[in-house]
């Protein structure tokens, strides 16, 4: 039987390898073509199999839009949270405060753990870049509105001291009636 004690340590050390994947990975694309490569790698990270794996084929997506007509606040909090959990090995729940929650507009500050243990690994791998504004502008921000795009989003992040700012809105074209 597994104890908590080893899921703990088993959840570090995956959250170890992610730092440093991610590390890597930024050195290799920054060195390779600059920001613009770490954008586009970011950018397309999560490929359209997946997306369809996950259950986002043509019959859910006309679902989700159909939600997304006739009740968008419930259609943005469930894709909100599905992201969040998704997220919660990096960033616990706990980390995340609700500034704004209107009809068609979430907007969550973030305490983000990760950001800071990869400033903190920054110095161990050499990296003479600020690693905030690699990963969060040019890694993470452009992924998110990637996968918020497929469910019919929109996003806007602001970087702030200890995360982001992330805001998540219905866009006026997804509720019109005439689509």
């Not at 679902?63 to 968008?72: F, G, N």
């Not at 001291?161 to 689509?179: F, N």
Request: charged letters at 35%; one cysteine or more; glycine letters at 4%.
């Amino acid at each position: 039987m597994t104890k908590e004690k080893d899921l703990k340590r088993l959840l570090n050390i995956s959250v170890e390898d992610k730092l440093k994947n991610t590390i890597m990975m930024l050195i290799y694309l920054r060195k390779k073509d600059g920001a613009a490569a770490i954008r586009d790698y970011y950018g397309n990270a999560i490929p359209e199999y997946l997306l369809e794996y996950e259950g986002l084929g043509a019959g859910k997506r006309m679902m989700a839009k159909t939600w997304l007509k006739t009740s968008p606040h419930s259609y943005l909090k469930k894709i909100m949270e599905g992201i969040k959990e998704d997220q919660e090995f990096i960033v616990p729940l706990e980390k995340y405060e609700i500034l704004k929650d209107s009809k068609k507009e979430i907007s969550t500050k973030i305490d983000c753990d990760f950001i800071r243990a990869l400033e903190k690994s920054r110095i161990k791998f050499k990296c003479d870049f600020d690693m905030r504004e690699c990963y969060c502008k040019e890694a993470c921000t452009p992924m998110m509105k990637r996968i918020l795009e497929n469910f019919f989003l929109q996003a806007e992040v602001t970087l702030t001291e200890t995360g982001c700012i992330r805001t998540v809105s219905v866009p006026d074209s997804s509720t019109s009636e005439t689509e």
